[in-house]
């Protein structure tokens, strides 16, 4: 039991700095801190059923190294199970909570579900196998935090424009168009945005050799996505917040 509990304690190490990071970008208006924690302990669920899945592809998908194979087993096997999955429980989580109104807050909660996952799938690929924790550490833990949270700057986008409806606030008036249109679902661009990034990720490691490496440059291009898309999210949110302030005064 000890040894089970001190597996699962260095798996999570890996994620504790991304987590404090996300949290200190988003210190000028937070989160409760109660229901980031319920997001990260969600993440930990998410593992099973993406795991049942992927098995039951496993078996009636045929084995093979050929190029179609490798695309599947990394775009849909790996990729849109996982990000399916996730997605699944953060619309369910966040649908109905008033806390989500804002873009950062679509990223904030993607993040720290994208880490309960990682936690669990690191203790059980490192488990007894402590040589491959930091190699994970500096590239799947990554992965998962930035793949996810790119969509959770799309939810976070399909919620301000639904806020946006309720308060008359037209999305010309944001500083700076938003990417795509996303007047409804934003969850679909969310997730082709991250199956696409988890997939090419998965798909350079199978290649192996030099292929591998380029994930490196990937997570580092996808460090420097997320973190924009974190300053536009609070940028986008203190142009909704001053028009909100601005009806108010208009009503009083």
């Known amino acids: 039991m000890f040894e089970l509990a001190g597996g699962l304690a260095l798996a999570a190490i890996p994620a504790l700095p ?25 993440g930990l669920l998410t593992v099973l059923p993406a795991g049942l899945i992927e098995g039951a592809f496993s078996l009636v998908l045929p084995e093979g190294t050929s190029l179609g194979s490798t695309l599947v087993q990394a775009f849909i096997v790996a990729a849109l199970v996982e990000e399916g999955v996730k997605l699944a429980f953060l619309k369910r989580f966040l649908d109905s909570r008033p806390e989500f109104d ?14 309960g996952f990682a936690i669990v799938e690191n203790f059980l690929y490192t488990w ?12 799947a833990v990554p992965l998962h935090a930035i793949a996810t949270g790119l969509m959770g700057y799309q939810l976070g986008v399909g919620r301000l ?60 291009l996808g460090a420097l996505a997320l973190r924009r898309r974190f300053a536009l999210a609070k940028s986008f949110d203190g142009h909704c ?12």
């Open 102 to 115: 804002e873009v950062a807050d679509g990223m904030v909660y993607a993040i720290a579900l994208s880490l």
């Open 128 to 139: 007894n196998r402590p040589e491959l924790l930091l190699a994970r550490s500096l590239t």
């Open 161 to 220: 424009r639904s806020r946006q409806a309720q308060l008359g606030v037209e999305a010309a008036g944001l500083p700076g168009a938003l990417p795509g249109s996303l007047p409804q679902g934003g969850w679909k661009a969310g997730l082709a945005i991250a199956v696409g990034t988890h997939g090419l990720y998965d798909f350079l490691l199978l290649q192996g050799g030099f292929g591998a490496l380029l994930v490196l440059p990937l997570l580092a």
């Open 241 to 252: 917040a001053t028009d909100a302030d601005t009806d108010n005064d208009h009503l009083r």
């Open 18 to 42: 991304i987590l404090a990071w996300i949290l200190v970008l988003d210190r000028k208006r937070p989160e409760p801190i109660g229901l980031v924690g319920r997001a990260l302990a969600l």
